[in-house]
């Protein structure tokens, strides 16, 4: 039962760090605070669609992506510990990175910029792809669709949310969740660098 336990962890908590649902949420209120609550919520649903959609390719193909790209896992975990330790600095030095990653001009938010890259972006398809090749799809599957899952109940939630922790308290909850991705971010380019110096 530990051992479930710990697989569990293992792959629930880094698919949820990456994806940084939290963080998100103050955001998605902010893009979506004025539409009234059906298209909110097809909105929402396009954003889960995408997310499971993206989330689902690169979890069963990621590794015959690598491979067709002459790519092995090693330099898939330095380059995706690169981009995470660079999206965790950004969020934590220049104080969130989620604006830049989507446009407001359109005001079709759902697939794009909630769906990816705001829930399914750089750090959560690397992490899935890690993952799937330590516990397999199956496991990875169902990890990711919990995290998407619980996202979108949170988004569903958001004005709730802000409200109840205000914006202030979001961002605090943003800087904790962006330390715990710089260190998972350190630890992937650990994993890629140690079995080049064997």
């Known amino acids: 039962m530990l051992a479930v336990l710990n697989t569990a962890i293992a792959l629930v908590i880094p698919v949820f760090v990456a994806m940084d649902p939290v963080s998100a949420v103050a955001l998605v209120t902010a893009w979506m605070g004025d539409l009234p609550a059906a298209e909110r919520h097809r909105q929402l649903r396009d954003a889960l669609i995408t997310a499971l959609a993206l989330g689902a390719i690169f979890i069963v193909g990621g590794r015959w ?5 002459g790519v092995d896992v090693d330099d898939f975990l330095i380059a995706g510990g690169v981009v995470l330790l660079a999206l965790a600095v950004s969020d934590l030095v220049a104080g969130g990175g989620h604006e830049g990653r989507g446009s407001l001009s359109s005001p079709d938010l759902g697939v794009v910029p909630i769906g990816t890259p705001l829930l399914v972006g750089p750090a959560t398809l690397t992490t899935v792809i890690v993952l799937s090749d330590r516990y397999g799809i199956l496991l990875t599957g169902a990890a990711f669709l919990a995290n998407v899952i619980l ?3 949170l988004f569903l939630g958001a004005e709730t949310i802000t409200s109840l922790f205000g914006r202030n308290g979001l961002r605090a909850v943003s800087k904790v969740v962006s330390l715990l991705l710089a260190a998972i971010a350190v ?4 994993d890629g660098i140690t079995p080049l110096t064997r």
């Open 151 to 153: 996202a979108w109940r």
């Open 65 to 69: 992506l690598l491979s067709i790209l």
């Open 187 to 190: 630890k992937l380019i650990r």
